[in-house]
């Protein structure tokens, strides 16, 4: 199976703030009236809990193995930065970052596929 890592990247970063700030216990009457009130904001995440939850495990996992890579990745599609806003952060040059970005999205790629192929045996 192919995946789009660049789409399931981007769909990560809404997941990642889409309930950001929410206090955790709200009464009723107040979550009926937030959730029927038209919001400014960003369109929500189109993944599921357990996919972003995946790509989350999977950025986790590269940042043991390349911290800077991880780091890129998560400033890059979290924060909807640009490639220069990033470099600025991490100090870098904007084809650096571009380098790093695009070496994540082939990480996230490849532990797809082998993912996919580990179940594909055990089926």
Do not use: F
Not at 18 to 28: E, I, K, L, N, T
Not at 38 to 64: K, N, V
Not at 76 to 100: N, P
């Amino acid at each position: 199976m192919t995946y789009d890592a660049e789409e399931l990247l981007t769909q990560w970063g809404r997941w990642v703030w889409q309930s950001a700030g929410v206090p955790r216990c709200v009464s009723p009457s107040y979550a009926l009236m937030r959730d029927n009130v038209e919001q400014l904001s960003c369109s929500s995440a189109a993944i599921t809990d357990d996919d972003a939850m995946l790509i989350d495990s999977i950025i986790a996992r590269m940042g043991r193995r390349d911290p800077q890579m991880a780091q890129c990745v998560m400033l890059y599609y979290a924060t909807s930065r640009t490639m220069h806003g990033v470099g600025l952060v991490m100090k870098l040059q904007r084809l650096k970052v571009r380098e790093l970005l695009m070496a994540g999205k082939c990480y996230v790629e490849a532990v797809l596929d082998m993912r996919d192929q580990i179940t594909q045996k055990a089926a």
